[in-house]
């Protein structure tokens, strides 16, 4: 099978335009041997269906073992056959075929030329029309040997051989032309920007569980979603809270996590209550008279005790009831949240046992209907390779995202003061590799109370954006002025960001307990991770990895 860049081309929804341009990468991945690499725009960045990646003409550009290159331009439809040679239709007027051709081509060997100092590179090109079969081939403006159309369509990969001869001899500055033909076809895009295609593609990915989640019936609605990292449970919340305003129904989110029911409340549909289950002890405390004194130990056991103690009628009941973070909750804390629910109401339960960092018992939902979703469409396939060779074998995680990310990095360190200098040497790594500082998060291993970062505010040239623990006027959390984020693996869960730097790793024995907490902190990353960790921490991990080919240490 041929080698094709960029890879999980594959898997990313497209318009049926750029479908037909897959169906030919298709054809060309199996048709060809491991010998040819095969370049195209058919690009998992390409988000936006009229956002083209191109270079001139060259939809595919192919490369022999011996480094000569083939540049294939394909038109898909109907072509117009003029006295003028071939003419594609666009919404912006009829373009010349066999002029776009020529001039891309001749512009690809004069920088071949320059790149290689001199070495002569053969560049062919062909025009590929798997739709249209040209009638007269000799006034097309292109030789009739170079059009593939599709009275030939079948014999493609043919022609593809016979132009670039496995036997050739090869060239010296091959990797040259390898260099040349990622950057004209656009396959290193800017950093920054990736983060961003890479946060919109999981967004429609992973908006599948969304849809079909929605569409399960069972009376009374009651509907458990186990589902790992970034199989679209957020999203799936997202859309049942929509269509419960849309239909006037009273709606109540829960979570145990602070940071996700303050993210949820800012992007949840007006008329939804989204917040924490102390949240909503408070609430009730408040509604009787109480004002609970935080500053005071046990308080949080009060708030519970509130819940566990609201009488029927005492609190308007709730049309709709979403339990997020489920793997948190206890028991009489599911009990206590559907008393609040009206006996008709819809009831959904989301959890991820792997992000169970408190280790507490599942909770028991008898005659719920369960729905599982095992893909992982957030965690780029680098990321998660590595991450597989970490976890216990029952908990291997699917790959759905098409996007590769940067290699997963490990450093160790010793003491206080060279964790301080790998956590800062991560970060201008992650700079170098064109992250912007909004872009990075440094999430702590220990719980933000022990970590050994907390007292600073600043590490190195970089200032840390920590929480404060405050809160301001309007219930959102204060922060220093930093701006590079830090934070710790139990906040930051069901948040995300560009890069995750995973520092302060430190466990005796790579257990259940420190598989889930790896887990959670690097499911985090949408593009980049990094691993900083105790010495003794770092051996257990990199013999896990040592034979995965996306770590660099």
């Known amino acids: 099978m041929a080698r094709i860049h960029p890879s999980g081309w594959d898997q990313v929804p497209v318009s049926p335009g750029i479908e037909r341009e897959r169906q030919t990468l298709r054809q060309l991945a199996s048709a060809l041997d491991d010998s040819y690499t095969v370049y195209h725009g058919v690009h998992w960045t390409r988000i936006d269906p009229q956002q083209r990646t191109r270079y001139g003409e060259i939809d595919f550009a192919i490369v022999s073992g011996a480094g000569q290159v083939l540049l294939i331009e394909q ?3 109907l072509l117009l056959e003029t006295a003028d040679g071939l003419l594609k239709r666009y919404s912006d007027g009829d373009k010349p075929v066999p002029l776009r051709l020529a001039a891309s081509t001749d512009t690809l060997r004069a920088r071949l030329l320059q790149v290689c100092r001199g070495e ?17 081939p000799g006034t097309a403006g292109i030789p009739p040997e170079r059009i593939v159309d599709a009275h030939r369509r079948d014999q493609l990969a043919d022609i593809v051989r016979r132009l670039l001869p496995a036997d050739a001899p090869p060239m010296r500055a091959i990797s040259a032309v390898h260099g040349v033909l990622s950057e004209v076809m656009h396959l290193v895009p800017d950093t920054s920007a990736m983060v961003g295609e890479a946060a919109a593609l ?6 599948g569980l969304a849809w079909w989640a929605r569409r399960v019936e069972c009376q009374p609605q009651r509907l458990r979603v186990v589902g790992t990292a970034g199989s679209g449970k ?3 919340a997202l859309a049942v809270m929509r269509d419960a305003a849309a239909a006037g129904r009273r709606t109540l989110y829960v979570c145990y996590n602070r940071p996700l029911a303050d993210h949820i409340a800012r992007i949840a549909p007006t ?3 989204a917040l924490t289950y102390h949240q909503l002890g408070e609430r009730i405390m408040r509604a009787r008279g109480q004002r609970p004194d935080f500053g005071q130990p046990g308080v949080f056991a009060s708030l519970e005790s509130a819940l566990d103690a609201v009488a029927a009628g005492e609190a308007t009941p709730y049309d ?4 997020d973070e489920g793997q948190d909750m206890h028991p009489q804390w599911a009990r206590n949240l559907m008393r609040l629910l009206r006996p008709e109401g819809r009831a959904w339960w989301l959890e991820d046992p792997m992000q169970n960092l408190y280790a507490r018992p599942p909770v028991e939902l008898p005659g719920w209907v369960v729905l599982r979703s095992e893909v992982n469409y957030r965690t780029p396939r680098r990321v998660l390779e590595a991450l597989n060779r970490l976890l216990p074998p029952e908990a291997t995680l699917v790959a759905g995202s098409p996007v590769e990310g940067h290699e997963v990095e490990l450093l160790a360190y010793h003491d206080g003061r060279s964790l301080i200098d790998s956590t800062v040497t991560a970060i201008s790594r992650a700079l170098g590799a064109g992250f912007s500082r909004a872009q990075i998060a440094v999430i702590s291993y220990r719980g933000r109370d022990r970590s050994m970062l907390a007292p600073y505010d600043r590490i190195g040239p970089y200032r840390l954006r920590a929480p404060t623990g405050r809160y301001d006027l309007l219930g959102q959390q204060e922060f220093t002025d930093g701006d590079v984020l830090v934070d710790s693996v139990h906040r930051f869960k069901g948040q995300a960001a560009g890069c995750v730097i995973l520092t ?7 257990d259940a307990r420190a598989s889930s907490r790896l887990f ?4 985090r990353a949408t593009m980049k991770l990094v691993l900083v960790a105790a010495e003794d921490a770092a051996r257990q991990l990199r013999e896990r990895l040592e034979a995965d080919p996306g770590l660099a240490s």
């Open 234 to 236: 957020t999203q799936l």
């Open 271 to 273: 008329g939804c209550d």
């Open 120 to 136: 002569h590179v053969v560049v062919q090109s062909i025009l590929y029309c798997p739709d249209y079969t040209i009638r007269s």
């Open 520 to 523: 959670v902190g690097a499911t």
């Open 202 to 207: 999981y967004t429609r990915l992973s908006a």
């Open 320 to 323: 709709e009831l979403l339990v």
């Open 75 to 77: 038109k898909a439809g």
């Open 504 to 510: 302060e790793i430190d466990f005796a024995q790579l």
